[in-house]
């Protein structure tokens, strides 16, 4: 069966500070794979997908980076954290031709 | 005009009643549809997905696809607390792309 992680579980960071959140998906190849931001209240705000390595679609132009370095390995990024970025950060995979996604745990990220 | 549009509630149902979650949207084209529940502090879980017209049952859960009125609801029967919840809908659009669109969400409350 497919499994997906997201670590770390919670981050408090001041603002500023760089990011890396990392996602890993078990029991599937070439998986499309998302980076997803829920502000507290809000709806899921798409922020990056990947259908490949190498591949990244950028949705929403911001602070934030993605990168696929490995086929089940999907790492969203940042050089200098601003308040905003405060939220729900999840990600997501989906394979075949049914289109749905399954998400991971997530990352609940404060910003100081 | 919002692409998925749901009432944000709160929707607030006795227990052991139907709870009737609507979602409308705005790609006619669109060709995939689904339906997740979020538990507060939690990632959404997918519950039910459906791409043809009509109902599709799966335990208490019944989802029902009118793409010539652009609605799909969700129907829980025998409501109970533990399905206190948000409810997202999410469309696939028939264009080449891999992203699912989310509504914003519905607050459900069983009452006991």
């Known amino acids: 069966s497919q499994t997906i992680h997201q670590w770390p579980a919670t981050l408090v960071q001041p603002v500023g500070s760089p990011l890396s959140l990392e996602c890993t998906v078990e029991?599937?190849?070439?998986?499309?794979l998302y980076w997803y931001r829920q502000a507290a209240g809000r709806g899921l705000q798409l922020l990056f997908y990947?259908?490949?390595?190498?591949?990244i679609s950028s949705e929403v132009p911001q602070n934030l980076s993605a990168s696929r370095p490995q086929d089940r390995q999907f790492i969203l990024s940042s050089k200098k954290l601003l308040l905003s970025d405060s939220g729900f950060y999840l990600c997501a995979w989906s394979a075949g031709t049914d289109y749905e996604q399954y998400f991971g745990p997530g990352t609940r990220l404060t910003v100081t | 005009q919002k692409e998925v549009e749901q009432n944000s509630g709160p929707l607030s149902v006795p227990e052991g009643a139907i709870a009737s979650l609507n979602c409308t949207y705005s790609d006619r084209g669109s060709q995939s549809f689904f339906w997740y529940r979020q538990y507060s502090g939690k990632s959404p879980e997918l519950i039910m997905s459906?791409?043809?017209?009509g109902d599709k049952e799966d335990g208490r859960f019944t989802a029902q696809l009118n793409k010539a009125s652009q609605y799909v609801s969700l129907l829980i029967r025998d409501s109970q607390p533990s399905d206190s919840a948000t409810y997202l809908c999410?469309?696939?659009?028939?264009?080449?792309?891999?992203?699912?669109?989310f509504g914003t969400g519905t607050r459900l409350t069983i009452i006991p």
């Open positions: 459906i791409y043809s017209n």
């Open positions: 029991g599937t190849s070439n998986p499309n």
């Open positions: 999410a469309v696939k659009s028939n264009f080449g792309n891999e992203k699912l669109t």
């Open positions: 990947s259908v490949g390595i190498g591949q």
